[in-house]
Antibody
Framework: QVQLVQSGPEVKRPGASVKVSCKTS????????MAWLRQAPGQGPEWLGW????????FYAREVEGRVSMTADTSTNTAFLDLRGLRSDDTATYYC???????????WGQGTLVTVSS | QSVLTQPPSASGSLGQSVTISCTGT?????????VSWYQQHPDKAPTLLMY???TRPSGVPDRFSGSKSGNTASLTVSGLQPEDEGFYFC??????????FGGGTTLTVL
């Protein structure tokens, strides 16, 4: 069955960087793009961007462009999110989600809580 | 931060129906065939409930239905069950690989 398993919680200081991983199984990794989103408590998600897992394109939200990188390791079927220059308002649960049909997200990781605090 | 507007809460009695709205603009919800809905239980990852406005993925009960009129999409849950309690949010494609989300609605089954 399809599974997306993310790395564990992180606590970072303002200005630091964080790297979140999303290890997939149960499907052909390069046949689906991978999206990254984040969600603050009690709110809807925020779109961060998506990664073409066959390596030919990335699309980042304007809100994080310049601070974010999304990459994939096809040898381990794992996607990665790097976020730099962390600020307190980056505190959220970060999710990877498989893009299905180009416009919706059919399988999600369990989420990774990133806390930015001095 | 949420661009699509949803009511923060909704409720209905067991067996009754409830409708949750998701309002955007003519540039997103109004223009898009690709509006989807997600259900999320506490401390769990979201699950896809509806896509392309009114299409249910395999395994989603037909008690869930979707529609759209103008700039507002709606999710209706009929025959409310206790397991329907949770957090619901909408999403709309907004062009150029961009997606917008609603702020979410907490559904309570009375």
């Amino acid at each position: 069955q399809v599974q997306l398993v993310q790395s564990g919680p992180e606590v970072k200081r303002p200005g630091a960087s964080v790297k979140v991983s999303c290890k997939t199984s149960g499907y052909s990794f390069t046949n689906y793009a991978m999206a990254w989103l984040r969600q603050a408590p009690g709110q809807g998600p925020e779109w961060l961007g998506w990664l073409s897992t066959n390596g030919d394109s990335n699309f980042y939200a304007r809100e994080v462009e310049g601070r974010v990188s999304m990459t994939a390791d096809t040898s381990t079927n794992t996607a990665f999110l790097d976020l730099r220059g962390l600020r307190s308002d980056d505190t959220a649960t970060y999710y990877c989600a498989r893009v299905w049909g180009g416009y919706q997200f059919d399988f999600w990781g369990q989420g990774t809580l990133v806390t930015v605090s001095s | 931060q949420s661009v699509l507007t949803q009511p923060p809460s909704a409720s209905g009695s067991l067996g009754q129906s409830v409708t949750i709205s998701c309002t955007g603009t003519s540039s997103d919800v109004g223009a898009s065939k690709h509006v989807s809905w997600y259900q999320q239980h506490p401390d769990k990852a979201p699950t896809l409930l509806m896509y392309d406005v009114s299409t249910r993925p395999s395994g989603v009960p037909d008690r869930f239905s979707g529609s759209k009129s103008g700039n507002t999409a709606s999710l209706t849950v009929s025959g409310l069950q206790p397991e329907d309690e949770g957090f619901y949010f909408c999403s709309s494609h907004a062009g150029s690989y961009t997606f917008l989300f609603g702020g979410g609605t907490t559904l309570t089954v009375l």
